[in-house]
T-cell receptor, first 115, second 118 residues
């Protein structure tokens, strides 16, 4: 069973701090990784995708991928109260080495940014 | 505007009364998928479609049907809804192209349908 694991939180950080969200996955062959943000009662919104080992930066967001450790993380710099949401890690399932388009989601980490 | 739309957004129904939730995308995406989201269980895939007339079961297909007669539409059908199908439902789509182990396929979600079955 392919799995994606996240701490459910809540992760509480003060406004202006760096929030660090972590995710591990079980399928060693996975190549595509995504972070979604979901506000309560709303749909998941894609904020980052990452495919290669290392860091990928987009504004205040940095995604980090370590395929050897099967670990992907999301850093949010200068956290704002509007960043308070659930962050979902998603990993594309692989079947016999080929991409499937199917995303396996973690259950999400609730981030609370305190003003 | 590129988007995935779903209707209805909210639905309260009774056990056994057939219903359909529509999903439409205007991005010419080949891959479409239905998820349900329940507290503590996260997003679980119900059915997916790789292209027109090509559909397959996801992780929790029992009690659901789908069809893909046109590329843009992917309706979810509950022939005889039961209370355990009360959930938040999302439709999503992506390009669907793949090369080797990579698809670069970012999935985009519709706004969701909150279904209550009494």
């Amino acid at each position: 069973q392919k799995e994606v694991e996240q701490n459910s939180g809540p992760l509480s950080v003060p406004e202006g701090a760096i929030a660090s969200l972590n995710c591990t996955y079980s399928d060693r062959g996975s190549q595509s990784f995504f972070w979604y943000r979901q506000y309560s009662g709303k749909s998941p919104e894609l904020i980052m995708s990452i495919y290669s080992n290392g860091d990928k930066e987009d504004g205040r967001f940095t995604a980090q991928l370590n395929k050897a450790s099967q670990y992907v993380s999301l850093l949010i710099r200068d956290s704002q109260p509007s960043d308070s949401a659930t962050y979902l890690c998603a990993v594309e399932a692989i079947f016999y080495g080929g991409a499937t388009n199917k995303l396996i989601f973690g259950t999400g980490t609730l981030l609370a940014v305190q003003p | 505007e590129a988007q995935v739309t779903q209707n209805p957004r909210y639905l309260i129904t009774v056990t056994g009364k057939k219903l359909t939730v529509t999903c439409s995308q205007n991005m010419n995406h080949e891959y479409m998928s239905w998820y349900r989201q329940d507290p503590g269980l996260g997003l679980r895939q119900i059915y997916y479609s790789m292209n027109v007339e090509v559909t397959d079961k996801g992780d929790v297909p029992e009690g659901y049907k789908v069809s893909r007669k046109e590329k843009r539409n992917f309706p979810l059908i509950l022939e005889s809804p039961s209370p355990n199908q009360t959930s938040l439902y999302f439709c999503a789509s992506s390009l669907g192209e793949a090369s080797g182990g990579f698809s670069y396929n970012e999935q985009f979600f519709g706004p969701g349908t909150r279904l209550t079955v009494l």
